[in-house]
């Protein structure tokens, strides 16, 4: 339920009506619209509590949210949700950029890639420390130890950190060394993880299910907003079709649609979106046209040597840095700000490759 108060309304008034719904034992959430405030509620509106607010001088409508996810829905919170670590802001107008290997292997690996990922203009560094992998003898990633090769790197060369947690058990210790915690595909709807996010007060990128529809991510989100974390973002990488020449089929149309169904930021993830190098540069480019708040992009510097096999859906470093600066004369086309570090060209000399 919302109730829709005049912009007009004074602050007096619009504690009032807090207060009423509060007194009911419902949750009162505030939002700001152009043509004025909502007030969501969340828990049992009685028909009391709606006639008592219809009587107020400054509610102007009070009306049911149809949709299964109310705080992720932008009925009940019109404007965007921007999220500000640093002095970086997920959803505001500015194009956020992660990038990095889809697994940290060394000390020196994630150094050297940090080092040429905030070169290349890049806010986040990506890496997984843990890996959830389909077969049970594949690498699995270094683990704590890996969170910590991360924390150094990302503090060395300035950036913010990404890094995926897969059980409720390791969130606490994600959180302690990562900026933003990933939940991959197969955990969206983990929903032990997801409580345990909702508790935490660090940015989460949800990444949508392989199999999972628009509303059954949302209502993923909706596990972590409605534990009080608010900082979450949605994460379009893919999904499975039938067409097999691609790893998975990236669904350029989601980020429009959550954007118009939700107010979170939508993150587009091409290389997982992909599993093909050569497509990982257009689709990244389609991504920004539809509007995406953010990339993330798998970059190693010997991406066919990788240890998590997924070096095929890598970019070397050139490349990433090639098209962090196509992406600068993009984003004001598009009405997204990006500047890269503009480093030299050499920065990201690497092997031969096709």
Known sequence: MIAKVSK????????????????????????????????????????????????????????????????????????????????????????????????????????????????????????????????PYSFQGVGVEGLIMMAEAGKKHGLLTITEVMTPEYVDICAEYADILQVGTRNMQNFDLLRKLGEIRKPVLLKRGFSATYDELLNAAEYILAGGNKDVMLCERGIRTFEGYTRNTLDLSAIPVLQQLSHLPVISDPSHGTGRRELVEPMTRASVAAGADGLIIEMHTDPDNSMTGDGVQSLFPDQFARLLRELEQLAPILGKSFNTAKAPAEQFAVSAHA
Not at 9 to 31: F, P, T, Y
Not at 41 to 55: E, H, K, P
Not at 117 to 130: D, E, H, M, S, W
């Open 8 to 135: 007009q309304a004074s602050q007096e008034q619009l504690n009032e009506i807090v207060s009423i719904i509060r007194e009911e034992g419902v949750q009162a959430h505030v939002s700001h619209a152009n043509d004025g405030i909502i007030v969501g509620m969340i828990g049992n509106v009685t028909s009391a509590l709606q006639q008592r607010l219809q009587q107020h001088s400054v509610v102007q409508a009070v009306n049911k949210v149809s949709k299964s996810y109310k705080l992720a829905s932008r009925e009940f919170h019109p404007e965007n949700t921007v999220i500000e670590i640093g002095d970086v802001r997920i959803g505001g107008g500015e194009l956020v950029v992660m990038g990095g290997p889809c697994a940290v292997e060394s000390a020196e690996q994630i150094d050297e890639i940090a080092r040429l990922v905030k070169a290349a203009g890049g806010q986040v560094l990506r890496g997984g420390a843990f890996k959830p992998r389909t077969g």
